[in-house]
């Protein structure tokens, strides 16, 4: 079977390892179309045409501190080269924090999404929006986090799958 | 508020948005075109119209939910909602884990495993394909760096090949994502009777 080559070059299977040889290659290979909308998906939830108030600069470095936060250096480097230098780009460090008001309880929000999902509550929707955050953009920021949450999964699986004895 | 739900319940309840739905009276082109609205299909939930709020991602993440959750071989359907039911425990998204063990108990028309998750959670008695798959499904959700060599091993001793591996790992990941928005963006309530 030949597979589109951007396959092997999207985020997910690049950073995992996996290669077209490997013990996973054929599963990849049969879900061709799978990982071609996820890099789809990364696009339209880090490079969005209409971005509201997240620039591209902030969600490559939120994405790149999500993955850091969960152990993921492989996509938190590659997501930290796209965002490359700026004032967004820095707060890719989980420990960096943000003098604007409404970036700095989005940056509360996104590490609690990422890591303690469960115990997310209606409280902390409302302290965002009393940050002065619309609505819209709450949405769009939590596309982000729940986006990367499936792509660190994603990448970690395939990485187990490239190492899989058989 | 009262009404919020807080156990697990094969009982789909009605989900209550945190931010306001998108109007579908002064949507855009965009949104429109997203939420699939057209002469015949008016109908849209709430969960969707918040959605809406993001087009772009609305209408690219559909497609890739179908295409996860129903496309041939593979691991089996009701294999694949046991990896969204384990990561919607994890994450406590109780609308999600609804749904999901209500399709599971659809498909394999028998609820003694979703009785036996939602009562006993991780000790939950199951044979051992299932433990192998609901185990990996937890330890991904939690962090992806649990899921690790034994998960895999375990996995590969309950007969699961590098295809149906490959898609227990994009289900539970996937609900990853669906858990992040729906437990995160409104409340699952009882149905008003």
């Known amino acids: 079977m030949t597979t589109n080559p951007d396959v092997w070059h999207s985020t997910a299977v690049a950073s995992s390892g996996a290669t077209q040889n490997g013990p996973a290659g054929a599963a990849i290979a049969g879900r061709a179309n799978i990982l071609e909308m996820t890099q789809a998906t990364e696009d339209a939830v880090l490079r969005p045409a209409d971005p509201g108030t997240w620039p591209h600069d902030l969600r490559t470095a939120l994405a790149s501190r999500i993955a850091r936060l969960n152990g993921s250096d492989a996509l938190a480097n590659k997501y930290r080269e796209m965002s490359g230098t700026s004032a967004h780009s820095a707060l890719a460090d989980p420990s960096a924090n943000s003098s604007n008001k409404a970036i700095s309880a989005a940056l509360v929000f ?9 115990d997310i509550s209606a409280d902390d929707i409302k302290v965002l929006q009393a940050a002065g955050v619309a609505d819209a953009d709450i949405v769009r920021l939590t596309e982000v986090v729940a986006f ?17 004895k058989s | 508020m009262s009404d919020v739900l807080h156990k697990f319940t094969k009982t789909v309840p009605h989900w209550r948005p945190r931010v306001e739905p998108v109007d579908l009276k002064t949507a855009t082109d965009e949104q429109l075109d997203a939420l ?7 109908k849209v939930s709430e969960y969707v119209l918040v959605l809406a709020h993001d087009p772009q991602s609305l209408k690219v993440r559909s497609p890739l939910f179908n295409a996860i959750m129903y496309d041939a071989g ?7 909602e046991l ?12 609308y999600c884990a609804a749904v999901h063990a209500s399709r599971h108990v659809q498909i394999e028309k028998d609820d003694t495993v979703i009785d036996q998750i939602f009562a006993n959670g991780e000790n939950a008695d199951l044979s051992p394909r299932d433990r192998a798959i609901f185990d990996f499904a937890i330890a991904l959700s939690k962090s992806p760096s649990q899921a690790g060599p034994k998960e895999m091993s ?3 001793e309950a007969g699961l090949d590098a295809s149906e591996i490959l898609d227990l790992v994009l289900s539970s990941a996937l ?17 008003a009777v």
């Open chain 1, 110 to 118: 996104v590490d609690q999404v990422a890591t303690q999902p469960k």
């Open chain 1, 148 to 164: 990367m949450a499936y792509q660190v999964r994603l990448t970690a699986g395939l990485a187990l799958l490239a190492e899989m």
């Open chain 2, 36 to 42: 699939q609205v057209t002469p015949s299909n008016t």
């Open chain 2, 74 to 80: 593979g691991l089996s359907r009701s294999e694949r």
């Open chain 2, 83 to 94: 990896g969204a039911i384990g990561a919607s425990m994890v994450n406590r998204c109780i």
């Open chain 2, 154 to 156: 375990a996995l590969q």
């Open chain 2, 175 to 191: 609900f990853g994502w669906a858990n992040r928005l729906m437990h995160v963006l409104g409340d699952p309530v009882r149905k």
